[in-house]
């Protein structure tokens, strides 16, 4: 709609209506102009700032607090992300005080520098910066407005409420999930403000407050000293912790949010402490068996096994066949084989016993603390043919084919449902194509999800990811453009020309001579 349109439309009305209508009219108009201007100005404006390498650094610098988003162009989750971010940015800059979201192109060649700063493993990844950039938390919330609004306004309050009254205690408090608070007599010294760095470090994982009586408190007795009290809503339903030295409290925290048997079921109350078990640090023991005919028999002798290894770094879960489809794809295993007890441990080496009895359980844990039980390690079969332009590989055949060929190896690891690897297929059998005639060069994929991959070696977050190992053994992940010439061009740089044979280097003296 535009100004000259909407004055012929008032002349045209005014004479229809007569002059003494025309005033009305015109403030109508004025109106409709004015709506029109700022729904535009509203469209065209972008509330969250795009960053690049010229103003990353000076622009976090300036700000206590802002949110910052790593993305990629060609990445789907950034395009589904971006309209509720977007929408969030603009909700959150009228709050007091105004919360500033922000992006980078960490994809953009210029910008790559900067961001390896930030350890970006995958697309999009967000981070909250805090002082000026001194302070960086991984962004854990929501990826939909609403969500992202509640979950950032939560972090711009302090990061421990203060409890002085029951009726504190009970607003504050879910007696559903994880909540620690720390009880001081008097609410200063060292050890408060060890708690209080605490409370900012994990603010984003879980709630926390502060009292100065435990009596207002649901749960516990009263303290004549310095007390860190997590209150939960499974096994003993309070443990207290007495140091205040930081990462001491992380490390009770994380080990007293989960219960001693976590439960994978269907129930979405457990989901909260699935993850948590798997996000532990522990070595992890998982027992899946028929919650409808096979709990009873295992649920006892299973809880006495857990209770036994209780602080021992192994953490214990009991999961329904049902429930865990996913688990039994990731393992290579199949729902038939249970009861299945599996043991992963910190180095990610896993130990497997299917058709397991309920009285083997704990001979299991004791031969496994004991070093007698061999890694079992997933890998799909090796191809009969591999005739392709682009190489298999399975977890059988990666030491042979990639570390000790000897060859320059591009490797992408996959997944069978992943779009963006689907796109990159062809491409990949291009530039396996163009370098058919050199032997010293090979071009591979494995699938990621098929095949136990050395965690030591590779750090895959999500897919594709490449990575490119010289003959000589250099091994870096590729995180350029996903087009034909630039793998090439990354390829030609970086990989080792073949050194010339003793019968060419006589020769060559030969010449000389």
Known sequence: MNQNYLSEL?????KRV????????VSLVVAAVSVVVVAEESEEKEYVLTLDHSNLTHTISNHNFIVLEFYAPWCGHCKNLAPEYEKAALELSSHDPPIVLAKYDASDEANRELAGQYEIQGFPTIKILRDGGKKVQEYNGPRDTAGIVAYLKKQVGPASAEIKSKEDATNLIDEKKIFVVGIFLDPSGEKFENYLALAEKLRAEIDFAHTVDAKFLPRGGPVDKPTLRLLKPFDELFVDFEDFQVDAMEKFIAEASIPIVTIFDNNPENHAYVNKFFDGTNAKTLLFVNFSTELDAFKSKYNDVAVLYKGDGVSFLL????????????FGLKPEQAPVIIIMDTDDQKYIKDHVEPDAIAAFLKDYKDGKLKPHVKSEPIPEVNDEPVKVVVRDTLQDMVFNSGKNVLLEFYA?????????????DEVAVSF?????????????????LPKSEFNVQGFPTMYFRSASGNLSQYNGDRTKEAIIEFIEKNRDKPAQSDSVKADSAKDEL
């Open 10 to 14: 008032s002349i045209a009305m005014a």
């Open 18 to 25: 007569g002059l003494s209508g025309i005033l009305v009219i």
């Open 319 to 330: 999961g329904d066949v049902e429930a865990g489809e996913g688990a039994f794809e990731y």
């Open 416 to 428: 069978p449902w992943c779009g963006h690897c689907k796109n990159l297929a062809p491409i990949l």
């Open 436 to 452: 058919e005639s050199n032997p010293d060069v090979l071009i591979a994929k494995l699938d990621a999800t098929a095949n136990d």
